[in-house]
C-alpha cells in the first residue's frame, strides 16, 4: 500500500465550528506533514512529526493543533478559523524525516 | 533569511524540444526537492537531491544540484504533453532554525 489518504475531500465550516481533518498511511512511516496551500501559490509547511513526536511547529496559529494518535494516524484539528484560512491542506508522509514524501489527495477547506 | 527564485515562472514548451527550469537559493541548505503539481491535485515527490553535484533522472527529467553556485537546475528532455504542469523546488535548512522554502513555481505548458 503506497498510499496516502485524507478525509475529507471538502470541508465548509463556519468560524465557531469546530472540525478536524484526518490523514492515513500504511507505509511504515515514520515522519508525517502537513501544508497549507492557497490558490495559485506555493505550499507552506505547518507540521511536523517525527516517530510520532512534534519535532517542527512552523509558527502556525493555535486555532490549528495537530494531533499524532500513532504511527498511521494524524490529525489536524481546526477551531475558531478565519476566512483567510480556506485553503488546500495537504498531508504527507515519509519514511525518515527528510526522504521522499508522498502526499495524500488534500483537503480543501472553505471557512465562511 | 532563506530565499528560493525560480526562473522561468511560466514556460511555453514545443513537443520535442528540450527546456531547464532554475533554481536559486540565498543560503547553506540540507536538502533541494522537486515537486509537480497537476492544476488542483495534490504534489507529487520528484527528487531529492542532498550533495552537490548530485545527478537523478527519470524518464524525461533530470534533476541537478550545485550546492556552491546554490543552484538547481531541472531539464526536461523532449517534451511531450504530460509533462505539463506547475514545478516546485524547495530548500530545507537546519543551520539555525529549521525552515523550508519553496520557489514561486513554474507553470509549464507543452505545446504541440
Known amino acids: 500500500d503506497t498510499e496516502v489518504t485524507q478525509t475529507p475531500k471538502h470541508l465548509v465550516m463556519g468560524m465557531t465550528n469546530k472540525k478536524s481533518l484526518k490523514c492515513e498511511q500504511h507505509?511504515?512511516?515514520?515522519?508525517m506533514y502537513w501544508y497549507k496551500q492557497k490558490a495559485k501559490k506555493p505550499p507552506e509547511l505547518m507540521f511536523v512529526?517525527?516517530?510520532?513526536?512534534?519535532?517542527i511547529n512552523e509558527s502556525v496559529p493555535s486555532r490549528f493543533s495537530p494531533e499524532c494518535p500513532n504511527s498511521s494516524l494524524l490529525n489536524l484539528h481546526l477551531h475558531a478559523l478565519q476566512p483567510e484560512d480556506s485553503a488546500l491542506y495537504l498531508c504527507?508522509?515519509?519514511?525518515?524525516?527528510?526522504?521522499?514524501?508522498?502526499f495524500g489527495p488534500g483537503t480543501r477547506l472553505t471557512v465562511l | 533569511e532563506l530565499k528560493v527564485e525560480q526562473n522561468p515562472l511560466f514556460l511555453s514548451m514545443q513537443e520535442g524540444k528540450n527546456y531547464t527550469i532554475y533554481c536559486n537559493y540565498s543560503t547553506t541548505s540540507d536538502r533541494l526537492y522537486w515537486y509537480r503539481q497537476d492544476p488542483g491535485k495534490s504534489l507529487e515527490s520528484l527528487f531529492v537531491l542532498l550533495s552537490n553535484g548530485a545527478v537523478k533522472q527519470e524518464g524525461r527529467l533530470m534533476a541537478s544540484l550545485d550546492t556552491k553556485a546554490r543552484l538547481s537546475t531541472l531539464h526536461i528532455t523532449a517534451a511531450v504533453h504530460d509533462l505539463s504542469a506547475t514545478y516546485f523546488c524547495a530548500v530545507d535548512t537546519s543551520s539555525n532554525d529549521y525552515k523550508l522554502s519553496f520557489g514561486a513555481g513554474t507553470t509549464v505548458t507543452v505545446r504541440a
Open positions: 507505509m511504515g512511516h515514520r515522519a
Open positions: 504527507a508522509s515519509s519514511l525518515l524525516f527528510g526522504d521522499t514524501q508522498y
Open positions: 512529526y517525527s516517530y510520532e513526536k512534534l519535532s
